[in-house]
């Protein structure tokens, strides 16, 4: 199946499905934030086909979401570590978190698994807000419109 | 290509990456927050191929995101309305804008689109925040471990 591309669209969210748009993307994201770095770690920790996964670690390196050293020459061998852009993208998997919880079960039911800090002990609940108020997005007042800056870009080049 | 469903797996991301993992679904999704709502719009909005359309329209009613309302008897013509679950959904996309935003382009750019609340004219900025600190979520405080509920059951079955 030909793979549309989204990396050169005009929209963030088109751009953030570029890179997670793989079916496997996210849950090799979420093993390496929870300490895979070796082929093999991802491997033990799921069940996923070596092909596939060897494919989309390459993604990511390539992305900028992992970074790539080798720890062993021959034959060689890698450590998959995550950048600064891969550490980044941990809202992106905590706002996933969030909604798969409230909604991938069946009513009345939630997943086995908790979110909590280390330190406190206290349970992590992530939540979506506006910087601007804190308060949670309302999707009824969200337009996406194009920057006024883009806009005079756009007359200026109109003009020239 | 075969593909690995995640939609029974214990963790919240998985079940949301279930979802998502269509290449097409967010970007689906965020037409439909736009206001896309009958087959054509979609197809006029998007570079998406009919049937690749029809088949992620498909998977998003089967799974709560939209619904599915006949407008018109022969032939048969639908509807696709966001749901409460797919309303809650705009938290995914939301945290990818902010991602893609800020990771999506080379150094120095960013996109030429914003998003607007149309009420108060502010820019909407979205950051995800833990619930009980309102601060952003520390990657390096983070573990994912089983509910203590969980670990309860568990430890009576295996006593059963």
Known sequence: MKRTRFDRDPCPIARATDVMGDWWTPIIMREAFLGASRFGD?????????????????????????????YQDNPPRYEYRMTEKGFAFLDVLVAMWRWGSEWGWPEGRGPAVELV????????????????????????????????????????????
């Not at 491997?43 to 080798?70: F, H, M, N």
């Open 42 to 70: 991802f491997v033990d920790r799921l069940d996923v086909p070596r092909a596939t996964l060897a494919k989309r670690l390459e993604r990511l390196v390539e992305d900028g979401l992992l970074s790539q050293t080798a």
């Open 117 to 160: 800090d280390p330190v406190t002990g206290n349970e992590i609940i992530p939540q979506v807000v506006d910087v601007r108020t804190g308060e949670p997005i309302d999707p009824t007042r969200l337009r996406m419109q194009l920057k006024s800056s883009a806009k005079r870009r756009t007359v200026k080049a109109a003009e020239e």
